[in-house]
């Protein structure tokens, strides 16, 4: 079994023999550091350290945010620029479905290591978040590669946008307090 210490200060923890003079989170000096034991295997805890999910939801994340600044530049100017707009946003339309699947996946690996046998509210909130962002950035997709382009497309598209966004900010907010989360057996 590996030895860990954690900072009494701010509740970093590191490898035993692998700490210098100062907590490399907060600076306080090593001398606060106490021995920390985690209740959980190593192989479990190998696992959730190579942060799968926390990286991948980065994909999703940017595309749905990049997509609505696009979105709202393609049917606000006009011209070349928008026919380009247009072209980059359908291949970045067609990619989020799929980075949001992946997400999701690495997401229930992720809980079903973390939270070995229960999942929670906060759990049940991010899987029904993330099943409504899939849904609609699949819509969103159609409706941009259709060219549904008339005054109700637009704002069909323009709205689905946003809640594309609103779900990647809120499942990144709501996945951020899991993180130091877990459970022992
Ligand atoms: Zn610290």
Redesign the pocket.
Known sequence: MKKYLK??????VEEEGSLKEV??????PVT?FEGYNYTISEKRLKLMELHIHPILVHFPQSIASLSLVFIILAFTLQGEVSSNLIIVEKILSIILPFSVLTAIGAGLFDARIRFKKMFGPLLKQKIMLGSLFFLSSIITAVLINYETFDYWGKVGIITLSIVNFLCSGLLGFKGGKLINSKLSG
Do not use: E, I, L, S
Not at 7 to 12: E, R, W
Not at 23 to 28: D, F, L, M, S, Y
């Open positions: 900072c009494k200060v701010c509740g970093f907590c490399p989170a907060c600076g306080a606060v």
